[in-house]
């Protein structure tokens, strides 16, 4: 209610003046999705200048208003463009091209701003960002971490190594060189000591981490040294098992994960989820890639109709994790299945101790049929099938995302001065979250994408 104040005293003012208000674009007789409250507010209009929103108002002021672009929704959703808050581009110089043209199917699915998980073609993205506000080229914004921080032996190209005190430094100054959002760490044999340091170092900086933790590390310690959030739930898992410290000390790595999942205790569960939403943490769940995986050897992904949109350098990559499937067989399908199970049961308790839960789908090369744009809809479904309401996997889609970077000022909400990143759906994502896929329209950073331009995107990047 106090927001309404400043409203009408300006439009007194406004009144006054006899003048009309100048917007270069404006979205009218809509219904606006308040992701905050879980409310809709109906008959309003959206006025639009450059790429900030300059005013919400009731559509019966339109009169106040003047724009050559006025387009009247018919009672359609407005929401803030969606966040894919772990996303990749990578594979090499070859793959350049075929990573540019996610892109477009990014936007195409409502994706105004993604979180990259860092990878090997860092110059090609800072690159595509410089495009992409200029105009030249379409796409989400995109946040990116640069190259990960790993090891000796690195688990992905491009990684920088780093294995002592001296050489966390060097790296740090390497990522603040190219002004890198945050820190990405990985654990292809990253020493639980050089991950400590990673931390502490980055904190000194003010600079925000977060990734995979050596499963030789603690998950406690490194909050404690000022790690902001981790991606997947292998990590927090760690500190739900009463057995934790003794397969740490076997130094069983990843074979640990399933005897942490048969030992898992709710009250210890409870009590650490506690202290990391106290600490307000950020966990990424990536429910969708998991289930994906688990499915690999069962699901016939052969008529996919997004496949068709996926340049085939990058199908290649999927063989890789087709392969470790087959090499499995059915434990590899019983093991992953019970993974499905297990996260998705700590989604809910860790949601409502106050950790910042984001949505995430992992999607991009090497990560087979998980398809950019699409996956991040599927994970918000999985959000909810975990106990979330569809206003909660809102929340973790485009409020947590920028809130993660401290731009909870600039996105996250339909209100004067924020980013104008819109997504226009013909159906109400409170009510049932699978509404986010019925798309009419997107706005990217003031433009508008008619139906027609986002077809042609997708044409423009479609196989043969
Ligand atoms: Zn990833």
Redesign the pocket.
Known sequence: MPKLIPLLFFQLIFISCSSQKHADLILTNVSIVDVENGEIIKNQLVAISGDKILATDDASDLGNYHSEQIISLNGKFVMPGLWDN???FRGGEELIEANQNLLPLLLRFGITSVRD?GGDITPAIYEWNNRIQKDELVGPRIFTPGPKLDGSRPAWEGSISVTNKEEAVEALDSLESIDADFVKIYDGNLTKEAFYQIIEEAESRGLKTTGHMPLSADLMEAVELGLDGT??LYYPLKEASPIADSLTEAGTGYGMITPLMKSYDHELALESYQILGDRDFYVTP?LH?GKTLAELLIADHSKDSLLNYISPEITETYQRRLNSAKRGGDSYTQTRSLWVTSFSNMVKPMYDSGINILA?S?S?PF?SFTYPGQSLHKELELLVNAGLTPQEALITSVMNGPKFFGLDNLYGSIEPGKIADLLILESNPLEDITNTSSIYNVVADGKWYSEKALNDLMNSIKNN
């Open positions: 772990h996303i990749h998980g991606e997947h990536t890639v995430g992992d991009g990560n």
